[in-house]
């Protein structure tokens, strides 16, 4: 098991689900069930749909991207 600090747009998921309630598998699946779209489009709904603040926002979208992408 890795002992190093977790980087990058995971970094913020504990954030994330403490402020929002939701776990963030949840917030991945609403971002996967909007593809294909945009980044900004992505991080645009999140924020106006769901109240979330940008940078929570674009950690999801960066992260569900990634993998998408991957």
Same mark, same amino acid.
């Given at each position: 098991?890795?002992? #190093?600090? &977790?980087?990058?747009?995971? @970094?913020?998921?504990? @954030? &994330? #689900?403490?402020?929002?309630?939701?776990? &963030?598998? #949840?917030?991945?699946?609403?971002?996967?069930?909007?593809?294909?779209?945009?980044? %900004?489009?992505?991080?645009? %709904?999140?924020?106006?749909?769901?109240? %979330?603040?940008?940078?929570?926002?674009?950690? &999801?979208?960066?992260?569900?991207?990634?993998?998408?992408?991957?």
């Amino acid at each position: 098991m890795s002992t #190093e600090p &977790i980087k990058g747009p995971a @970094s913020y998921f504990p @954030s &994330i #689900e403490k402020k929002y309630g939701r776990p &963030i598998g #949840e917030w991945q699946q609403i971002v996967r069930d909007r593809l294909p779209a945009k980044h %900004m489009d992505l991080v645009s %709904m999140l924020k106006a749909e769901h109240g %979330m603040g940008h940078g929570h926002a674009t950690a &999801i979208v960066a992260y569900v991207l990634s993998k998408e992408n991957a």
